[in-house]
């Protein structure tokens, strides 16, 4: 086990009706906020009406910018750090999923920050920010509860992540909110928790006995509410304990004590930089293909990964993790998930060149080290 | 599922060396610090040595307070609340294990009140309180990250826990600081961190899918780490899976999203304050005694405890249930902890007063809700 310091401050305030609260804890933040969110569907669903009504109730001034997207530009963060600045906003409330809330993040890091936002991208740490407030409507990203952004520059392409103090100070998590989530963002949802997950599952780190116990037990959770949610999107408990999953998979818990790897996340990144496809689809597709290119270096990891999360149970270890790769797979396909770069018509013209973004000045990975040419074999695996 | 709110900030730092850095840490908190701890153990190990110099280096001033025993006293909290008083102390260190801690936070609490520090133990919420920062020694109570502390006032004798806004600010984790604590001393801290998954596991909440299987894959580390401790002390990873899962089953983690039990403790504290016996030894003898009480409650919930903690399985839930129960008393006596009242020479003549008194003017424990003579047949069956 590893040396490890872990603080997750966010407060989750979790259940029916609890986006009635926002006002309430928004006003702990500041007197005037930014309201942050996406394309309107939470206008058309009432949420809208209803967080205005609690900010009104709280006595919080508001000003407005929406039109987030899935992969966030920065060209609307920097317009929301303008706006931050010229009205002199004291915090910020991100309604929506993970874009929304990654959008804020990066929105309330400008907008104490002098220099150019994309900077924090570009390796600075964010070490000040407003405070963000959170509404979740999606159980994905688990942004709401993370120490991280992801943003896309438009001019690169380049989707980028940065990291610091930017924890939520609250999240709001109401699952009945994400009933309205279509079929496909919540298999995409499902793909993205389980991956951050697998990101810390699959490490070099020896004797995790505790935190691989909960990761195994978070991921069988996830993918019995996740099959349930499927075919009853109204069914309330397993709503919950999916969004509930959501958060712990990427609050940094489960990593503690552990070497991460996310290698995967970087190789999906620059598909859905490249082809704005959904990550949780792009996760889909590129962590199988990077299980069954890493495989060898821990069989017996993966076997317990068989064992435990898959319930497979075969005499060999070699046989059984195999098979754990493609129950994996068979998973995000009965989800209606993409398994392959090729269903949506991406097929090898830039693998070369995002490997090479991908592995930048060095290697991407840590359970292995993924030079360029191993990311481009990882993409043709993914074909 | 139920609603819930969820805040747990306690900065953990965690792994080898970690105590050196007490002193930068309690630096943020204040410039003058209250050095509490036990009986000097942590004199004749040179951790006090070691944590003087870290203070000392980052320029915090300290005044010193020793003497906390096992069921920490109220009057040493008094005599510590004067000293903060009077020294005009500003936050306070606690080195220690459980006890240390839990009289800590009575002492920063009762530090800025006026009134009698009893009074939180009578229902009052703790609202504010110096803040505590700790540097634990025994994998066991869970307080370095808990926003409860129990105390005992010698002049009743009455044990009584209170709640509020202590939550540690940081808590220090070393497993090797836990290789020299006795075999007794680890194993009532296995029967302990047990005992609190048990209050949040056994509920009468449904579809708590989630937090039931992060429940089950902590009660199975702490077993399988549990035994590898027993036989070799000095095994860091086993010491440091047992310890992050001591904080992991008291931080409110466990219990989100769930109505929790806690009668067994109630009934385990009047058994310590009455005869002074170790709060892990008690709960280890309670727990099966409240096991057997209340099986038929929820025989599938117990069957899956059998099932998903202890690998039994048979074709019918009631005798899985049984079984169980059976598997979790041999467990405890594998550690060499008692479980029965006559092993520690305690027999019937107390049992109405200490049910009465647990019992309240109302019913304990929320599972089943138990009146003075249900709590009186308990003590009955842990004869």
């Not at 149970?313 to 995000?332: L, R, S, Y």
């Not at 990975?365 to 990882?378: H, M, P, Q, T, Y």
């Amino acid at each position: 086990m590893e040396n490890f310091e872990y603080q997750c401050q966010t407060k989750i305030i979790f259940g029916k009706e609890t986006e009635n609260q926002a006002g309430e804890e928004i006003n702990k933040l500041g007197k005037k906020v930014l309201l942050h969110y996406g394309s309107g569907s939470i206008k058309k669903s009432g949420l809208y009406d209803r967080i205005v009504e609690s900010l009104k109730k709280a006595n919080v001034e508001f000003v407005e910018l929406s039109g987030v997207v899935p992969n966030p530009r920065l060209s609307l963060v920097k317009e929301g750090v303008e706006l931050c600045k010229k009205e002199d906003v004291d915090c910020i409330l991100a309604v929506g999923g993970g874009s929304v809330i990654d959008s804020a993040k990066a929105i309330g890091a400008g907008a104490v920050y002098d220099g150019n936002v994309w900077d924090f991208f570009e390796g600075k740490i964010i070490e000040k920010s407003l405070p963000v407030g959170v509404v979740l409507t999606i159980s994905a990203a688990g942004s709401e509860a993370s120490n991280a952004t992801v943003i896309t520059n438009e001019d690169g392409p380049r989707k980028a992540s940065s990291h610091g103090n930017i924890r939520p100070k609250f999240a709001i998590l109401n699952p009945e909110l994400t009933y309205s989530v279509s079929k496909d963002q919540t298999a995409n949802g499902i793909a993205d928790m389980m991956a951050h997950i697998f990101e810390r599952y699959f490490t070099n780190s020896k004797s995790v006995d505790l935190t691989d116990k909960l990761c195994e037990g978070a991921l069988r959770s996830i993918v019995k509410n996740g099959r349930i949610v499927m075919s009853e999107p109204e069914n309330y408990d397993a709503r919950a304990n999916l969004m509930w999953a959501s958060t712990l998979a990427h609050n940094g818990l489960l990593g503690t004590g552990r070497e991460e790897d996310w290698a995967s996340h970087g190789i999906e990144h620059q598909l859905s930089a490249f082809y704005d496809i959904p990550h949780g689809a792009g996760l889909a597709i590129i962590f199988p293909a990077w299980m069954r290119y890493v495989v060898k270096q821990d069989i017996s990891r993966f076997a317990q990964f068989a064992r435990e999360v898959w319930k497979i149970d075969e005499c060999c270890d070699e046989d059984m993790a195999i098979q754990a790769i493609e129950k994996t797979k068979e998973f995000f396909k009965e989800l209606g998930l993409p398994t392959s770069l090729s269903e949506l018509n991406i097929y090898n013209e830039k693998f070369v060149e995002m490997a090479k973004i991908c592995a930048g000045s060095g290697r991407r990975g840590n359970f292995v080290r993924l030079k360029s040419e191993d990311i481009e074999r990882i993409y043709e695996l993914a074909k």
